[in-house]
């Protein structure tokens, strides 16, 4: 794996987060070196004045936040690991943090921006609620400039740009990416809530999903498949690991009536949207008990903290597939069991968590499955 990105007189030491001693993947892609060689060629610093700054959104993992360390700059994420991965980076290549702030996409966005630079994300909800924000913020000699893989690049994607921005167009591609010019010329901005509810009806329930919510349209049939199959038990702190907007924990509230439920999750608006649901569809009683927590994963847990632990692990982390985050979870949720504390996951079946979870806890069962899903549970031994 290559960490030393050399480009435009500059070498960055960069690493992906969380850290894997078999990483065969790069901290940057071609997208990031695509916006960066641009930037250097057509001297865009010159257009900044000394009370304007960059803003950079959707980093991955710091590799712009890093390049562009000489100048004032907010660098925008919904991830609690791409924010902690840019520090990380910053930190390692002995970058100052005096010119930067790093704030998560709820946080309210800087008005004084001369130049954006975005990664273009892979859900158009997520990036129509970017362009929103933005929308508020720039002005005509605002420079908007996006870099994606070419794949990720569509019309709609080119139609959002034209909607909330103005006249946009693309570049060649190279190296597989290509860049998105938008000139700020749009004068009717649609009147649009990216956020979106849809019901639960076993549960009479109405879910609020932000923009960058994993299933943010309908309730994850996954999901649902734990949600009708949770342990009998007399659980009293159970962790929804990895909770979205948070249906599985709040079908655990009902389930376990008396049991405090924490909520995790790595990215800011699922945390709120499992907060907003939580307090808009239970008593105050169970809702002011609940923990909601950005994290990655359960660092920084202490032992025993739980006795039951549910999780729809993810299999893929930015657009890459890949089970480092599963492993992380399952590792972590058996550090964090008390004595005979349960994890109970649901899974695809062609993934291999069963025999993931019984080299980490020595055991695993299948509690049921369909022609697309397992339900597996591990039990925390002596």
């Known amino acids: 794996m290559n960490e030393l990105l050399t480009i435009s007189d500059q070498n960055l030491i960069l690493h992906r987060h969380p850290r894997n001693k078999r990483e065969t993947l790069q901290a940057w892609d071609s997208a990031d070196e695509y916006l960066i060689n641009y930037f250097k060629e057509n001297k ?74 975005i990664k273009i994300p892979k859900k158009l909800a997520y990036l129509e609620f970017l362009l929103q924000q933005l929308s508020t913020i720039i002005s005509a000699d605002t420079i908007v400039i996006a870099a994606a893989k070419v794949t990720m690049i569509h019309n709609s994607t080119l139609a959002l740009f034209e909607q909330y921005i103005g006249t946009t167009k693309t570049s060649l591609a190279k190296k597989k990416s290509r860049l998105v010019f938008s000139v700020v010329d749009q004068k009717h901005i649609p009147e649009k ?30 999901g649902r498949y734990l949600m009708d199959n949770l342990p009998k038990g007399n659980f009293k702190k159970v962790i929804d690991l990895g909770c979205g907007n948070g249906v599985v924990g709040m079908a655990a509230a009902i389930t376990y009536p008396e049991a405090q439920i924490t909520f995790i999750d790595e990215s800011y608006m699922a945390i709120d949207s499992a907060r907003i649901n939580m307090f808009k569809n239970f008593d105050e009683q169970q809702s002011d008990i609940a923990r909601f927590v950005v994290n990655n994963s359960l660092v920084g847990f202490k032992a025993n903290c739980a006795d039951l632990i549910l999780c729809n692990p993810p299999f893929h982390q930015q657009q890459v597939i890949t089970d480092n985050i599963a492993w992380g979870m399952f590792n972590d949720a058996h550090f964090c069991l008390a004595d005979h504390g349960e994890l109970v996951i649901v899974g695809n079946r062609h993934l291999d968590y069963q025999n993931k979870l019984a080299r980490i806890f020595g055991n695993c069962q299948l509690v049921t499955e369909n022609k697309k899903f397992v339900i597996l549970r591990a039990i925390k031994k002596d």
Do not use: M
């Open 44 to 117: 865009l610093e010159k257009q900044l004045s000394d009370n304007q700054q960059i803003l950079i959104i959707n980093d991955d993992f710091g590799a712009l936040t890093c390049f562009f360390h000489a100048f004032s700059r907010t660098t925008i994420t919904d991830s609690y690991l791409t924010l902690n991965s840019i520090k990380l980076n910053l930190s390692r290549n002995n970058c100052t943090t005096d010119n930067v702030h790093i704030n998560n996409s709820l946080e309210t966005f800087p008005k004084n921006v001369k130049i954006i630079l």
């Open 193 to 222: 809530k990216v956020a979106i509810t849809w019901a639960v009806e076993k549960y009479q329930w109405k879910i609020h999903n932000h923009a960058n919510v994993f299933s943010r349209a309908h309730l994850d049939i996954g």
